[in-house]
């Protein structure tokens, strides 16, 4: 027997003997009256021998009872045990039977097999995390590295020179906007509300942000279709912009020469809708269900010119402000993004001034 289901076993034979002999309480109380009222020996001899009789008989059917039953209750909570005993050393693949009777111990092995799998997830998400931002961090400085080598070299001509620093000045951008979006990330993911709420005109800001990206849209003469209904908006209005810098970025990124980009903003009695679509390569199914992941860029022709953190970053701004971000695209027709921002108590008119 597993000596870790010995105490478990002992308290329960101790509380099924208390449990009997208290049972044969009525017993013992009668062969005391029977002592006495001075009932003659020989008259009292056989309700003792029956008291005694039934106390052993009900001690050994109890013990018998205890064990099957001690094993059949007690043998999920031991295995819980050791399952957490395991997990506690950083073992989340380990999973507990669920007992076939639906009781409370049923609920509680089962929400220790739901803890175990989330554990398990965020750990893998952890190490991947790690992974991958190692990864995007070495790429650009080895990068640096190499070419800050080869301009040390005096055979290097000097076409070659400026080729050579404005690649290390355009992975120092990298490294700076990776390093930004990191930061920004980090902070928008250990905050749980949105603060520093103020009153503005959403569709104001959609404009300011694509005139600061005038110079990559107009680099590849995109065409901007606009069509942005007046919509005073209350909530952190530096928060909201990185949701349209990212995907109007995104659009220009993935959008050919020639191109059009399609932004409509409007708002109701359930709240704002922005739509941004583009005539870009569009992404098949595969790629669409994972450009919120961070550090995800599904079209390797493009990695170096990101760093895969932008989107993941306009959807936790999205899912702090309760809204919601869809995308819908086909390879070769484009992509649309739909950003579905909740009404909120203060977005009233703004009053002129």
Same mark, same amino acid.
């Given at each position: 027997m597993?000596?870790?289901h010995?105490?478990?076993?002992?308290?329960?034979?101790?509380?099924?003997?208390?449990?009997?002999?208290?049972?044969?309480?009525?017993?013992?109380?009668f062969?005391?009256?029977?002592?006495?009222?001075?009932?003659?020996?020989?008259?009292?001899?056989?309700?003792?021998t029956?008291?005694?009789?039934?106390?052993?008989?009900?001690?050994?059917?109890?013990? =018998?009872?205890t064990?099957f039953?001690?094993? !059949? %209750?007690?043998?999920? *909570?031991?295995?819980?045990?050791?399952?957490?005993? @395991?997990?506690?050393?950083?073992?989340?693949s380990v999973?507990?039977?669920?007992?076939k009777?639906?009781?409370?111990?049923a609920?509680?092995?089962?929400?220790f097999?739901?803890?175990?799998e989330?554990?398990?997830?965020?750990?893998?998400f952890r190490?991947?995390?790690?992974?991958?931002?190692?990864?995007?961090?070495?790429?650009?400085?080895v990068?640096?590295?190499?070419?800050?080598?080869q301009?040390q070299?005096?055979?290097?001509?000097?076409?070659?020179r400026?080729?050579?620093?404005?690649?290390?000045?355009?992975e120092?951008?990298?490294l700076?906007?990776?390093?930004?979006?990191?930061l920004?990330?980090t902070?928008?993911?250990?905050?749980? =509300?949105?603060?520093?709420?103020?009153?503005? !005109? %959403?569709d104001?800001? *959609?404009?300011?942000?694509?005139?600061?990206?005038e @110079?990559?849209w107009?680099?590849?003469?995109?065409s901007?279709?606009?069509?942005?209904?007046?919509?005073?908006?209350?909530?952190?209005?530096?928060?909201?912009?990185?949701i349209?810098?990212?995907?109007?970025?995104?659009?220009?990124k993935f959008t050919?020469?020639?191109g059009t980009?399609?932004v409509?903003c409007?708002?109701?009695?359930?709240g704002?809708?922005?739509?941004?679509?583009?005539?870009?390569i569009g992404?098949?199914?595969?790629i669409?269900?994972k450009?919120?992941?961070k550090?995800?860029?599904?079209?390797?022709?493009?990695?170096?010119?990101?760093?895969?953190?932008?989107l993941?970053?306009?959807?936790?701004?999205?899912?702090?402000?309760?809204?919601?971000i869809?995308?819908k695209?086909?390879?070769?027709?484009g992509?649309?993004?739909?950003?579905?921002?909740?009404?909120?108590a203060?977005?009233?008119?703004?009053?002129?001034?």
């Amino acid at each position: 027997m597993d000596k870790e289901h010995i105490p478990m076993q002992i308290l329960v034979t101790v509380v099924t003997f208390f449990t009997l002999f208290f049972s044969s309480g009525s017993a013992v109380l009668f062969f005391i009256v029977l002592r006495a009222i001075k009932i003659p020996a020989v008259v009292r001899a056989a309700p003792m021998t029956l008291l005694i009789g039934t106390f052993i008989a009900s001690m050994i059917i109890g013990m =018998i009872v205890t064990f099957f039953v001690s094993r !059949y %209750l007690f043998k999920p *909570i031991d295995n819980l045990s050791k399952s957490m005993r @395991k997990v506690a050393k950083g073992d989340f693949s380990v999973r507990v039977e669920e007992p076939k009777v639906n009781n409370i111990i049923a609920e509680l092995v089962r929400s220790f097999n739901a803890m175990a799998e989330e554990l398990g997830s965020t750990e893998m998400f952890r190490n991947d995390f790690i992974n991958n931002f190692s990864h995007e961090f070495k790429t650009p400085i080895v990068s640096i590295r190499g070419f800050a080598k080869q301009l040390q070299k005096d055979s290097v001509s000097e076409e070659q020179r400026k080729e050579y620093i404005n690649i290390i000045v355009s992975e120092s951008d990298r490294l700076s906007s990776m390093s930004s979006n990191i930061l920004l990330l980090t902070k928008f993911e250990n905050q749980q =509300i949105i603060t520093d709420k103020t009153l503005f !005109y %959403l569709d104001e800001q *959609i404009r300011s942000c694509i005139l600061l990206l005038e @110079k990559q849209w107009s680099k590849k003469n995109l065409s901007l279709d606009l069509d942005l209904s007046e919509v005073p908006y209350y909530s952190n209005e530096e928060m909201l912009s990185h949701i349209w810098l990212n995907i109007l970025g995104n659009a220009i990124k993935f959008t050919p020469e020639n191109g059009t980009i399609t932004v409509k903003c409007y708002g109701d009695s359930m709240g704002v809708t922005v739509k941004i679509a583009d005539t870009g390569i569009g992404m098949d199914d595969s790629i669409r269900l994972k450009i919120f992941d961070k550090f995800y860029q599904g079209d390797s022709s493009h990695a170096g010119k990101g760093n895969g953190l932008g989107l993941p970053l306009a959807k936790r701004v999205v899912d702090l402000a309760g809204g919601k971000i869809s995308v819908k695209s086909q390879p070769g027709k484009g992509t649309v993004f739909v950003v579905k921002l909740p009404q909120t108590a203060g977005s009233q008119e703004i009053p002129s001034s």
